[in-house]
């Protein structure tokens, strides 16, 4: 076979096979069956009734209904503090504690005055008890009863003013200790441990 027509059955063959490829190309592809999703389980309950809570984002200040600055009403060493900041705390709670000892003694002096006083008062009853029957037979004066009756009257109203001072030192002692006067949330500790307060502010109670 000559060269030549070698050559173009060689050339021939080239565009048939070139032909072939542009044609296999230019075919569009098959698309693929697009994927079955899974079912998705469904579950059976019943209806209930519950509270759904509701949350609020927002830029904003909170300011507390009540605030109370709680100052120490007696001079003493504050012994100490019950309490952390932050903590939420009820009515009545101890918050700190004061030295009482010096209030404790000055309430029962108090006491030891009342019962002094009560005894003497006793001594003058009986005294106007024995110069009154005295009086009528000339054993006893009306200047002796009246003066007696004074004297009672005068006792009676000194343990009136004793029992005004015990409940004063009565008071001046429940000073000593701190207490939160509403359910709230402590702020910031004023006073340490081992400070003598003088009428100073001791805590913060916010609600």
């Known amino acids: 076979m000559p060269a ?3 050559l173009g059955l060689g050339l021939v063959g080239l ?21 079955v999703p899974a079912p998705v389980p469904v579950t059976a309950s019943q209806v209930q009734r519950r509270d759904v809570p509701i949350v609020l984002e927002g830029l ?10 709680m100052r120490s009403q007696v001079t003493g060493t504050l012994e100490h503090v019950d309490f952390t900041e932050g903590q939420s705390v009820k009515r009545g709670q ?7 000892r010096t209030y404790q003694a000055q309430l029962d002096q ?12 006793v001594n003058a009853q009986a005294n106007l008890g024995r ?21 009672v009257a005068q006792m009676q ?11 004063a030192a ?7 200790t701190i207490t939160a006067p509403f359910d709230g949330i402590t702020g910031v500790r004023l006073v340490d441990p081992g400070n003598i307060v003088h009428l100073s502010a001791a805590a913060r109670i916010r609600a």
């Not at 108090?110 to 009560?118: F, H, M, Y």
């Not at 009565?170 to 000593?176: A, F, G, N, Q, V």
């Open 131 to 151: 110069y009154e029957p005295l009086l009528k037979p000339g054993f006893s004066t009306a200047m002796q009863v009246d003066t007696q009756k004074a004297q």
């Open 157 to 167: 109203s000194t343990i009136k003013a004793d029992q005004a001072a015990i409940d």
């Open 4 to 6: 030549r027509l070698k």
């Open 60 to 69: 904003g200040t909170v300011q507390a209904l009540y605030t109370a600055t």
């Open 15 to 35: 565009a048939v096979l070139g032909s072939i490829a542009y044609i296999a190309a230019a075919r569009p592809q098959a698309s693929l069956a697009p994927a």
């Open 170 to 176: 009565r008071t001046e002692l429940s000073y000593t």
């Open 94 to 100: 101890e918050l700190e504690q004061i030295d009482p």
């Open 110 to 121: 108090a006491v030891a005055t009342l019962e002094r006083d009560q005894a003497h008062l």
